[in-house]
């Protein structure tokens, strides 16, 4: 696992995070979240624990194609709000690709470490 992308300035987070995805490497991806996380990658679906893990795993394999630009950005103490305008290629494995979009709503925490960890990354935010 690589943490040496985690980034001491909350509004880093989102570009190293998007490095990390596309360098296929799970493990590096994985260390962008708290033990506690709560990842929302299909609305009304959250995933806790190993479910989570299991997920990023899952999805890091298939090598997708991230992209992302920071729309805003809020801190308050040890805490963030990220809002994520974001898209994604991802191979369909019959050799074509899907294409994804959505605005994320990620809330980050700053661990003792001083680095922020997304605590709940909502990739549908803007979802009802």
Known sequence: ????????????????YVSAMNSGDAET????YTDDAVTIWEPGKPLR?????????????????MRAELRESYVAGDAALL???WSIDQPDGAGGTTHLTGT?????????????????????????
Not at 1 to 16: F, I, K, N
């Open 1 to 16: 696992m690589d943490d040496t992308q985690l980034a001491d300035d909350a509004r880093q987070v989102t570009a190293r």
């Open 29 to 32: 991806v994985l260390s962008f």
């Open 49 to 65: 624990g190993q479910e989570h893990v299991d997920a990023v795993r899952e999805f890091v394999a298939s090598r997708p194609s």
């Open 83 to 85: 809002v994520v305008d």
């Open 104 to 128: 994320g709503l990620d809330v980050l925490r700053r661990g003792a470490d001083g680095k922020w960890r997304y605590a709940v990354d909502n990739a549908y935010g803007d979802s009802v």
